[in-house]
C-alpha cells in the first residue's frame, strides 16, 4: 500500500505496541478461527500463517476461540528509556496527543492506582460476648427496600394497630444490589437483555441507562430504573411510569461535569430507533441539565417527575462524588428525591475524556461516609435511600460500602466482567469483541443472553451469600443493622486523616 | 475526685458472701463523669421485674431477693434498682435524681434548675457504706422539679414539658462536668452504683422503700469501666430499661436517635433502646406492641403470614423503623409509668438471651427474670412462661397482665 509522506512520519512517532499475540505455529491448526474472530483486525493470515498485524488490545478473544490453546498475549515490556516522572503512561498520552490533537477518549474507570480505600478497612466479628449467626441453619435477612421514607409511621391509637395505605412507593430488592445505568446504545441489545433478565431473576433493580427502554425489554420494566438525563433521549411520560423508579441524573462518577457521550460508531438503526436520533451521528448529551441551573431547579423537576409518575414510582437523582457531595446531597432530600446515587471517581464509563476520568471526583468510599455522617446530623438520613457506585469489585467492597453508610451499592463493570468483559478499555471504540460494547450485528450475536445473564445471577448470588456470612460473623442478622455501623469497621492504612473523615477508627481502637 | 460521702451507717456483707473472694476485680472506678476515652460499654448481666397489679407496693427486698439468687450473672462492676409509685406525695413533680462527684457540680445543677422552674423538694438520697464497695461514691441527691409555665429552651418555646425534660438532662449529662441526671420521671427514681447487687441494695437500704413496681439489673461488663454512671436502669422520663445484652446495631441505632435530638452522653447500648422507647411510644405515639416489632421485627418471609392489615403495618414499621431494629442477642424489662405503670419485656428475635415471666399463685403480682430461680425465690409456686422471641410481655398496673408475650404482634391491645 503506497503510504503518503506525512502517514509514513507519523507512524515513525507512533507509540510502540503494548501487546503481541504470539501463535505456537508447532501446534495451530491454521484454522484461522482467531482472525475472523478479532475485531481489532490484530491478526492476519499471511503465507498459511497467523502473524501479528498490530493494534492488539489484549482482549482476549483469540485466546478464548483458538481450539488448539497455543495462543498467548504477550505484554510486550516498556520500550522507553526509564523515567519515573516522565513515565510511558505519561509518554504515550503526549504521543496520542500530538498525533489527533484531540481530548483523550477512554473508557472503562481509571486506571491510575490511586489508593483504594476499601482495601485498607478490616470488618468485626463477634466473640464471647455475643454469638456469630450461621447463614445456613439461621435466618440471615438482606432485603433492601428502595424509596423514600417519611422518618415516622402513623398508627392509630386506639384497637389494634393498622394503616390506611401505604405511606409512598417502595421497592423490595431480594440483595443490595442494583446494576448500574448501563445504557442500550453503549452496550448491544444481547447485553443489555442479559442484564435484564439477570436483574429479574434475582428482583433486584438495573438501570436503563441514557436513552429509554427498548420495546422488547418492557417486559422486565419493573425491575428498571429509567433514567433522565441531561440529553431527554427516549424520555416519554408512559415510559417512566412503566418502570420501577425514575433517576435524574446529574452525574457519572467517571465523568463528574460532563454529559453523556455516545460515539457516532455506536448509533446503528435500533439506537437511533430508541433515543429518537439520527443514524450515525455521535448522541453528546448537555453537561448540565438546560433546565437545572441550581438546587431549586432540581426540586421543580423533582415535582415535574413525581406529578407525571403520578406519585406511583420513586424518584431518585444521581451525583458524581465531588468535594462537596454532602452539601450537595442534603439539598436532594430536602428537594424531594426518594433515593440518592452516589458514583465514586473509579467508576466505569462506555466513553470519557480520560482527563476527566484521570483526575476529576472522590472516591466512593469517602463520599458515602460524608453523606451518610451529614444527612445523619441534618437528620435525614431515615428519609432516603443511599445507592453508591464506583469500582464496587467485589462482595467485600459492597459490604465496606454499606458499613460506611450505603443502603446499597450500584455495580457495572463486574456484571460486564461476569459477562465476558476483559476491562480492555476500548468500549468507546464500539469493536468489543465480546459482543458487548458494540452495535456491530456480528460482533453483538457473539453474546448468547441466557448464557450471560446466568452468569451475572451467579455472581451476585455469589455476593450475597457472601454478606450474610459476613453479617452473620458480626452477630447480624439483617442487612439494614449494617448501614452506616462504621463502628464494625477498622482502618488499616497509611493515613489516619482519611479514617478521620470517614469516621471509622484505626485498626487496634475498641469500643470502650 | 473527692470522695464526697460521709459514711453514717456501715452496712456488713451479706453472710452467704465470701469477703475475700471480693477483692479480685482491679479496675478504675468512676462516680459521675464519664471515664476518659470511653466511647462505648457492653456487656452481659442479669435481670428481674415485679409489679403489683392491683395497685398494692412491694418491698425493695423483695427485687433485691430475685436480682441477688442470680449471682452468676454479674462481676461487681454495676447493678441498680428502679421503682415506680415510689412517691405519692409528688407524683406531679419531676423525681431528678442524681450523682454528684463534688459540690461544685451540685451548685451547677442546683442553679441551672432554679433558673428554669421550681425546686419543690430536695433532699439527699439515703446511702450508706457497705465495706465491700470501693470508692468512689458520688454524692446522690434527689430534687423534685416543676418547670416553668412559660418555657423557653435555648430559643425554642415549643417544648413539651416531658421534651423539656429530656433536652435538659441531656444537656446536664453531656456539659455538666462531675454531675449525672440517672433518672428524671415522675413518681419514680433509680437507685444504681457501682457493685454488686447486694452491695446495691444495701447502699441505698432499698428495705426502706416500697413501690407498685421494681425493675432490675446486675452487670457482668466484659470490657467497661466501673462507672457509676453506666450501671442500669438507664431512665430518662418515667422510661427505665434493664437489658441483657450486646447490641450489635449500636452505631446504627445511635444515628436513629441523634437524628431525633437525643444525645448519647453514656454510651451504652441500653441508653440507646431506652431512648428508642421513648421516641417511638411518646413522641411517633405507637402502640407497644408496635414499637416492639419495630425493635425485634418478624422475618420478612415470616410478615407474608399475617393477615394482610397486619402484614402492611409490619412492612412499614420495617422500613420506617429500619434504624430502630435492634440486631443481636437482648433480653430487656422497660419500665413506665404512663398512663399506668407498665412493665414491659422483649426478647430479641431469635431469643438468643434468656427471659422468662411468672405471674404469683393469687395473681397479684407478675414477675419477669433471666432466670426462673429469681421468680421462685420469692414465689415459690409462681406460674411461669416463656414469651415468644420478640413479643413483648405487658403487665399493667390496675389491668393485669395485658398480655403473655405468647400473641402474634399487634395482639393485645396495647
Ligand atoms: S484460532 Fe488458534 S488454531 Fe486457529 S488459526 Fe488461530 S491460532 Fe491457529
Ligand atoms: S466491554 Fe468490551 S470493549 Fe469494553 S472493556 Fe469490556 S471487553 Fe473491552
Redesign the pocket.
Known amino acids: 500500500m503506497a503510504q503518503t509522506e506525512a502517514v509514513k512520519r507519523r507512524m515513525e512517532l507512533e507509540a510502540p505496541e503494548r501487546f503481541m499475540p504470539v501463535i505456537d505455529a508447532s501446534l495451530c491448526k491454521r484454522c484461522r478461527k482467531c482472525v475472523n474472530e478479532c475485531s481489532y483486525r490484530a491478526l492476519d493470515f499471511v503465507d498459511g500463517n497467523v502473524r501479528p498485524a498490530g493494534g492488539c488490545v489484549a482482549?482476549g478473544r483469540c485466546i478464548n476461540v483458538c481450539p488448539a490453546h497455543c495462543i498467548e498475549i504477550r505484554q510486550i515490556p516498556s520500550q522507553f528509556p526509564p523515567h519515573a516522572n516522565f513515565n510511558e503512561r505519561v509518554r504515550r498520552a503526549i504521543m496520542s496527543q500530538a498525533s489527533t490533537g484531540g481530548v483523550l477518549l477512554t473508557?472503562?474507570g481509571t486506571d491510575i492506582a490511586y489508593p483504594v480505600m476499601f482495601d485498607e478497612m478490616v470488618l468485626d466479628a463477634a466473640q464471647v460476648t455475643n454469638p456469630a449467626i450461621d447463614p445456613l441453619r439461621e435466618v440471615v435477612e438482606t432485603r433492601t427496600y428502595v424509596g423514600g421514607r417519611k422518618g415516622r409511621l402513623r398508627v392509630n391509637e386506639k384497637g389494634p394497630p393498622y394503616l390506611d395505605e401505604d405511606p409512598g412507593p417502595i421497592i423490595a430488592m431480594d440483595m443490595p444490589i442494583m446494576i448500574g445505568h448501563i445504557s442500550l446504545g453503549s452496550v448491544s441489545y444481547n447485553a443489555q437483555k442479559a442484564l435484564f433478565m439477570a436483574a429479574k431473576e434475582l428482583n433486584i433493580l438495573a438501570g436503563s441507562g441514557e436513552g429509554g427502554l427498548h420495546r422488547d425489554f418492557l417486559p422486565y420494566a419493573k425491575n428498571v430504573v429509567s433514567e433522565i438525563a441531561s440529553g431527554r433521549f427516549g424520555v416519554t411520560g408512559d415510559y417512566l411510569k412503566s418502570t420501577a423508579a425514575v433517576e435524574i441524573k446529574i452525574g457519572q462518577g467517571a465523568k463528574p461535569g460532563h454529559g453523556g457521550h455516545l460515539p457516532g460508531e455506536k448509533v446503528s438503526a435500533m439506537i437511533s430507533q430508541t433515543r429518537m436520533i439520527p443514524l450515525g451521528t455521535d448522541a453528546i448529551s448537555p453537561y448540565p441539565h438546560h433546565d437545572i441551573y441550581s438546587i431549586e431547579d432540581l426540586q421543580q423537576l423533582i415535582s415535574v417527575v413525581k406529578e407525571s409518575v403520578e406519585y406511583k414510582v420513586p424518584v431518585g437523582v444521581k451525583i458524581a462524588a465531588v468535594h462537596n457531595v454532602g452539601a450537595i446531597a442534603s439539598g436532594i432530600v430536602r428537594a424531594g428525591a426518594d433515593f440518592i446515587t452516589i458514583d465514586g471517581f473509579r467508576g466505569g464509563t462506555g466513553s470519557t475524556p480520560r482527563i476527566i476520568r484521570d483526575h476529576v471526583g472522590l472516591p466512593i468510599e469517602v463520599a458515602i461516609s460524608v453523606v451518610d455522617q451529614r444527612l445523619t446530623k441534618e437528620g435525614l438520613r431515615n428519609r432516603v435511600t443511599v445507592f453508591a457506585g464506583g469500582s464496587i469489585r467485589s462482595s467485600a467492597d459492597m459490604i465496606k460500602a454499606i458499613a460506611l453508610g450505603a443502603d446499597a451499592v450500584m455495580v457495572c463493570t463486574a456484571a460486564?466482567v461476569a459477562m465476558g468483559?476483559?476491562?480492555?478499555?476500548?468500549?468507546h471504540r464500539g469493536m468489543?469483541?465480546?459482543g458487548?460494547?458494540t452495535q456491530r450485528e456480528e460482533l453483538a450475536s457473539r453474546l448468547n443472553p441466557e448464557v450471560a445473564s446466568a452468569r451475572v445471577v451467579r455472581l451476585f448470588r455469589s455476593w450475597n451469600e457472601e454478606l450474610k456470612e459476613i453479617l452473620g460473623a458480626m452477630g447480624i442478622d439483617s442487612v439494614e443493622s449494617l448501614v452506616g455501623n462504621r463502628d464494625r469497621l477498622r482502618y488499616f492504612g497509611p493515613n489516619s486523616k482519611i479514617a478521620e473523615i470517614m469516621g471509622v477508627k484505626h485498626v487496634g481502637e475498641g469500643w470502650g | 475526685m473527692k470522695d464526697m460521702l460521709e459514711p453514717e451507717n456501715i452496712a456488713n456483707i451479706p453472710s452467704h458472701i465470701d469477703a475475700e473472694l471480693l477483692d479480685s476485680v482491679d479496675v478504675e472506678r468512676f462516680g459521675a463523669s464519664r471515664p476518659p476515652g470511653l466511647s462505648y460499654q457492653m456487656g452481659g448481666c442479669g435481670i428481674a421485674g415485679c409489679i403489683d397489679l392491683t395497685g398494692g407496693r412491694i418491698s425493695g427486698g423483695v427485687i433485691a431477693r430475685m436480682l441477688e439468687t442470680m449471682g452468676e450473672r454479674e462481676n461487681g462492676l454495676g447493678a441498680g434498682y428502679a421503682c415506680y409509685g415510689l412517691f405519692p406525695e409528688h407524683r406531679d413533680d419531676y423525681c431528678m435524681q442524681f450523682f454528684f462527684d463534688h459540690e461544685t457540680a451540685k451548685a451547677e445543677v442546683e442553679e441551672l434548675l432554679k433558673g428554669l422552674g421550681t425546686i419543690t423538694k430536695d433532699e439527699k438520697v439515703f446511702t450508706q457504706r457497705v465495706k465491700s464497695m470501693k470508692p468512689p461514691f458520688p454524692l446522690v441527691w434527689r430534687y423534685f422539679f416543676r418547670p416553668n409555665n412559660k418555657l423557653e429552651w435555648r430559643g425554642r418555646s415549643d417544648l413539651s414539658n416531658d421534651d423539656f425534660i429530656v433536652q435538659l438532662v441531656m444537656h446536664i449529662n453531656s456539659e455538666l462536668e462531675g454531675a449525672l441526671c440517672v433518672s428524671s420521671g415522675k413518681d419514680m427514681a433509680v437507685f444504681k452504683g457501682n457493685g454488686y447487687s447486694y452491695e446495691i441494695s444495701k447502699f441505698y437500704d432499698l428495705d426502706r422503700y416500697s413501690g407498685q413496681m421494681w425493675i432490675s439489673h446486675s452487670r457482668f461488663p466484659t470490657n467497661s469501666p466501673a462507672w457509676w454512671g453506666g450501671a442500669h436502669p438507664l431512665s430518662i422520663l418515667d422510661w427505665a430499661v434493664c437489658h441483657n445484652g450486646e447490641i450489635t446495631s449500636y452505631g446504627v441505632n445511635r444515628k436513629f436517635v441523634e437524628m431525633a435530638g437525643y444525645r448519647c452522653s453514656v454510651l451504652t447500648d441500653t441508653e440507646v433502646v431506652t431512648y428508642i422507647w421513648d421516641l417511638l411510644v411518646r413522641k411517633h405515639r405507637l402502640p407497644i406492641t408496635a414499637a416492639a416489632f419495630a425493635m425485634a421485627p418478624w422475618y420478612h418471609d415470616d410478615i407474608n403470614r399475617l393477615d394482610a392489615e397486619s402484614a402492611r403495618l409490619a412492612r412499614w414499621l420495617r422500613i420506617t423503623y429500619k434504624e430502630a431494629l435492634l440486631n443481636g442477642p437482648f433480653s430487656i424489662i422497660v419500665g413506665k409509668r404512663q398512663p399506668e405503670v407498665t412493665m414491659i419485656t422483649l426478647a430479641d428475635r431469635k431469643k438468643l438471651r434468656p427471659l422468662l415471666c411468672g405471674l404469683s399463685p393469687d395473681r397479684k403480682v407478675a414477675y419477669a427474670a433471666s432466670e426462673e430461680c429469681a421468680v421462685r425465690v420469692v414465689s415459690p409456686n409462681a406460674e411461669t412462661w416463656t414469651p415468644n422471641a420478640g413479643s413483648p410481655m405487658v403487665a399493667m398496673a390496675g389491668r393485669g397482665v395485658l398480655r403473655t408475650g405468647n400473641e402474634l404482634p399487634f395482639q393485645g391491645g396495647v
Open positions: 482482549c473508557s472503562c460486564l468483559c476483559r476491562v480492555c478499555q476500548q468500549c468489543c469483541s465480546w458487548i460494547a
